[in-house]
């Protein structure tokens, strides 16, 4: 008898939540992690001594369906007293602010403006929301379950009424410079509102294509960004300690070299896993929390897959755009014109802002002036930082994978001390507390966290490789053409993020 029922490569938050479905339902589950410790992007990192961060910074849309059913509250998930407003800096302390549902500081009738279109969007998020936590139907499948599948999906947006579904059509697949411009006038509640559609993907305002469904994506839940008492990584611990109290176990520094695969009478079927020090595990089904490209290509490797198959894999669009800077501080940096920088502070004071720094970044160059995100993790949650020290933790958009001329430490400097001039221009004293500082390219965070490209999305968040065709068809019911192999990650229908749904959803098919 196999001494595993499931392995599940990767221990990023994906993988620990499908480790918890299957050891909640009695499967003898082993979670296999190359990194030293459980999370992936979001695990805890020291960057410096005592100095504490995640690469994946907030959260604003984990399933409340997953966190009720795994019991992450009694594991120690505490999230409830760190809301995040989310805050548009303006050049000279003019900021708007989006806090609880409301938005504060635009000029003309865009305060009023975001009500009408907030309670829009949240009517098309409610249609979609259900279609996250479901398996995509196949393409021209017929069976019960893909049929029915299919029908939800369009009842739930014929329930939104011919002129509200006609509006949905309309808008899907807009340009988020459209969405905007239709909405409202103020240059900075426009570049602000936008920040949560365009994240994480290679699209500027004017591109056309999915940032309208990723904002969508994101508004599943409340939407509202929060950070964890003790960082992302509390999520982390909470989910990895429901994974483990249902029994399953997580070995850390185990890097899964290659998937095994034996041929019977039907064909190939995955059997288990060999490690890079040589140790083979059996387990009747192998699920990769891993990137589609890493498991394909490097973990079951193409001489297993179908040319076709292999071709669509191989032209999977990964390349990231975002990086990641963290500073030590030794104390609060103050922000001009707020009290407490203990907000979301997005620096993007246009939609033009947005869309030159990508310009720079389609040609492979970095950008002028980059477009971030910054939070101060430290002042929700005391573990971060020495007492009266702080982190500070920033996105910076967009910052190619592909680097002309390649990444060199001069290079990462270069664009480490831009992204630092540009908060600078908002928190002046910040230069002088800083005590150290990391700047992590998206070549970077493919190297220290094993996801192709780096990518935020593990693959692109675009329309052809979304829903019934993510990462691609063949693997886009988290099953793949090797019998007992699945994936489970972002890379898989719906997406990436500190969702789960990814994780939850490949566990149902496993179990199914
Ligand atoms: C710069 C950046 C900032 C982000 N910020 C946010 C944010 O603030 N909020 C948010 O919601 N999302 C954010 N994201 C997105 C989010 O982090 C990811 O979408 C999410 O972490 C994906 O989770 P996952 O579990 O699918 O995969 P991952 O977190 O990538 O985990 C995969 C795991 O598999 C392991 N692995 C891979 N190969 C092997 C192997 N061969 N053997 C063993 N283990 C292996 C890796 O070590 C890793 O631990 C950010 C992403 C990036 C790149």
Known sequence: MKQYDSIIIGAGHNGLVCAAYLARDGQRVLVLEAAGAPGGLAANREFHPG??????????????????????????????????????????????????????????????????????????????????????????????SDLLTFAQMGLKIRGLGKKDMQEFMRIATLPMRDLMDENFDDELVKATLSWDGLIGAKMAPRSPNSAVLALLYRLAEDGNHSIPSGGVSGLINALAASATASGAEIRCDAIVDRVLINSNENGLVASGVQLADGEKIEASNVISAADPKTTFLNLVGVENLDIGFTNRVQRLRCDGYVAKLHLALNGLPGFTGLDKPDGRMIVAPAMDAIEFAFDHAKYGECPNNPVLEVVIPSMHGTSMAPDGQHVLSAHIMYVPYALKGGWTDAARDEMCDRAIDTIAQYAPGIREQIIQSEFLTPADLERDYRVTGGHWHHTEFATDQLLMMRPTYGAAQYNTPIPGLYLCSAGSHPGGDIVGAAGHNAAREVLR
Do not use: C
């Open 51 to 144: 100095f504490h961060a995640s690469v994946a910074h907030s959260t604003s849309h984990f399933s409340k369906k997953i966190a009720t059913d795994l019991n992450l509250a009694a594991h120690g998930l505490d999230k409830t007293a760190n809301q995040m407003a989310t805050i548009g800096l303006g050049a000279n302390g003019e900021h708007v602010i989006v806090d609880r549902g409301a938005l504060s500081g635009a000029g003309g009738d865009d305060n009023g403006a975001y009500q009408d279109y907030m309670r829009l969007m949240r009517r098309f998020a409610d249609a979609l929301k259900p279609s996250w936590m479901k398996t995509m139907p196949r393409i021209g499948g017929t069976g019960v």
